[in-house]
């Protein structure tokens, strides 16, 4: 009896203290999605770390149907607000124009996914049923050959204004438009005297944008993967970005058994490129896949201080990895 009185009065001295509040802290925008329900707004209020019982803060917002009253967009938030402040901020009716979300260059198309859906601005299973379903009307989608994450590599990362308005489909077709127009007509006329497909290119750059600790480096780890692209002596290109893609993980150092997975995009099993991009590249990653240094490296490893060190023979890479 007294450790479940003890329990209980702890439970509802906490959850005392979250419905009050606290000194209030950093400011955190949070997007109220259209047709948002008391279980959507309480979830999300508890993911952006504002309170710590949905279903409490459910409860209380149910009271005297102030829910009726919410107001979806963008709202302003600080933490430790009360309750009640959380409430009356949620009343207050906000601009539904837009929101402005940042895709970074390197994201994989999961990771994008999760950037808008916790912005509130896609539903994960609609997003994922529209980009490998719907008939976007691009050439280079068509040409895409047929494989599971379709679109990977083509979300193109970019700073995009977003509006309540904008379903799944009208959200990727903005990131497709921003590919189309950045994928320039320069470098669709390098891809056709490479004799590469824009599918082929993007691949090679999603590998060289993960792969690359800079921007300064990317023309040079370019041209070792198109060197092992033209060689019979190390036609595997070998890229532990590959198979990071494969495990969703961002393993610092790979084990012999995750270079043997058996997948289409393990480069260290597969001569070539993968089937597919593995992220969403930038202009600099896509210009360094179509304009490689000139060099004679066919290996590289990073040192110690975060930049890679290139070899053009296979014992001296060894030594530079020793």
């Known amino acids: 009896m007294i450790i479940i009185s003890v329990v209980a009065f702890s439970f509802i001295t906490s959850v005392f203290n979250d419905s009050r509040g606290s000194v209030q802290g950093d400011p955190v925008i949070v997007n109220i999605a259209m047709d948002s329900g008391a279980d959507d707004i309480a979830a999300v209020l508890a993911k952006n770390g504002l309170i710590s019982y949905p279903f409490i803060f459910k409860v209380y917002s149910m009271r005297a149907n102030q829910f009726k009253d919410f107001k979806y967009g963008l709202h302003t938030f600080n933490k430790g607000m009360s309750y009640e402040e959380l409430a009356e901020e949620l009343k207050r009716t906000v601009s539904p124009d837009g929101i402005s979300v940042t895709i970074p260059e390197g994201k994989e198309f999961r990771e994008i996914a999760d950037i808008l859906a916790g912005q509130g601005l896609i539903n994960k299973d609609k997003f994922y049923e529209a980009a490998n379903n719907y008939d976007f009307d691009y ?140 992220a969403s590249p930038g202009t600099a990653a896509i210009n360094a896949a179509l304009n490689p240094a000139k060099t004679d490296y066919y290996f590289f490893v990073l040192g110690p201080d975060g930049k890679h060190i290139f070899s053009k023979t296979y014992e001296e890479h060894l030594t530079h990895v020793q």
Do not use: W
């Not at 891809?191 to 497909?197: H, I, L, N, R």
């Open 139 to 278: 050439d280079f989608i068509r040409a895409i050959p047929a494989r599971e994450n379709r679109l990977e590599g083509y979300l193109f990362p970019a700073t995009y204004l977003f509006t309540q308005q904008d379903d799944e489909v009208s959200i990727i077709n903005k990131m497709l438009s921003a590919f189309d127009l950045n994928f320039i007509s320069a470098y669709r006329k390098q891809t056709q005297e490479m004799g590469m497909s824009i599918d082929q290119v993007v691949t090679l750059a999603s590998i060289i944008e993960r792969e690359a600790a800079n921007t300064d480096e990317m023309k040079i780890v370019s041209s070792v993967f198109h060197n092992r692209l033209d060689s019979t002596e190390y036609p595997y290109l070998q890229s532990c970005a590959t198979v990071q893609y494969i495990l969703k993980e961002r393993k610092a150092v790979l084990s012999d058994e995750d270079t043997q997975i058996d997948s289409p995009y393990n480069t260290y099993i597969n001569k070539g490129l993968p089937i597919g991009p593995i």
